[in-house]
């Protein structure tokens, strides 16, 4: 199959026909380069604030208010390009209120119809304060027509045991939207993805958003790359990296993936990591401290 993975910007959107034209346009060209699975990035969603104003869109609590009550419509439109073009799209993550409190909530479609909510686990010290964002509901792994794939949404990639879980779960696809402002947050997402598809011996698919958005303050600055990696062993690239693209061009990334690939790794890769895991836990425990000074 081919991943096809987003580093999207952030644009301001006169109405709903033009975020639906947008949304068709990428979607339309990832289909039409073979892709059968689409990842779009975190806090994408937060160009839907737009429809509310200047004055809505530039209030973060207001902002967040406004997208979440927008995304149930743009999630039926996410549902029926998913439909048209036959692919499994990942929809760009925003602030959902289920309750008092909101979650930062990405949505999953198949072809046929089906939807899953995805959310984040471990908020980030902005999304803590001023967003209040609280982390929504457990982790889940999806047994889809392509694999089984789970999503650590941004910072929930830089936690090896979130992504453990998934892969125990039986992930042999992590797809990670994220978005940082600046190159530092963008490094460590990266690094954090890279480390999931090593240790897990699994595919991890990163996708940032791009771009300034000076007019909100949840996404104002937005640098990245979007990247697909896997585990440097047999069968895989020596780098781990199946693909990347330039920093901060906005566009598609798309690799080949060949998820026999991932579990030939598991079995009878160069390394093990994936079945080694559970040993650390007693070694850990055995750690001395030496004074040398």
Excluded at 30 to 44: H, I, R, S, W
Aim: glycine share 10%; with cysteine.
């Amino acid at each position: 199959m081919k991943l096809a993975a987003a580093c999207y910007p952030i644009d301001w959107m006169e109405g709903f026909d033009c975020y639906a034209d947008k949304l068709a346009a990428w979607v339309g060209e990832a289909a039409g380069q073979g892709a059968d699975l689409l990842v779009f990035p975190e806090y994408g969603a937060m160009e839907l604030a737009a429809f509310a104003g200047r004055e809505v869109a530039g209030d973060t609590q207001a902002s967040m208010r406004a997208v979440s009550d927008a995304l149930p419509r743009a999630w039926d439109l996410h549902a029926e390009l998913a439909a048209r073009h036959g692919v499994h799209i990942l929809a760009a993550s925003g602030p959902f209120f289920a309750g008092e409190h909101a979650v930062n909530r990405a949505m999953f479609f198949t072809p046929d119809g089906r939807r899953q909510p995805h959310d984040k686990q471990i908020m980030t010290r902005w999304e803590r304060d001023p967003m209040d964002v609280r982390p929504g509901d457990p982790l889940v792994v999806m047994d889809t027509a392509l694999g089984r794939i789970g999503v650590l949404i941004c910072y929930d990639a830089e936690f090896p045991l979130l992504g453990r879980a998934l892969v125990e779960a039986g992930a042999e696809i992590i797809l990670v939207p994220s978005a940082t402002e600046a190159l530092e947050g963008f490094s460590r997402v990266r690094v954090g993805a890279m480390a999931r598809a090593l240790e897990g011996q699994c595919v991890v698919a990163h996708a940032p958003t791009q771009g300034a958005a000076p007019w909100n303050p949840v996404v104002d600055e937005n640098a990245g790359a979007a990247s697909i990696y896997g585990p440097p062993d047999r069968g895989f690239p020596a780098t781990g990296i199946l693909a990347e693209g330039a920093m901060n061009a906005p566009g598609w990334t798309i690799a080949e993936v060949d998820l026999a690939l991932v579990r030939a790794a598991r079995a009878d890769g160069n390394v093990l990591t994936m079945a080694h895991w559970r040993e650390q836990a007693a070694r850990a425990e055995s750690v001395q401290t030496v004074v040398l000074a």
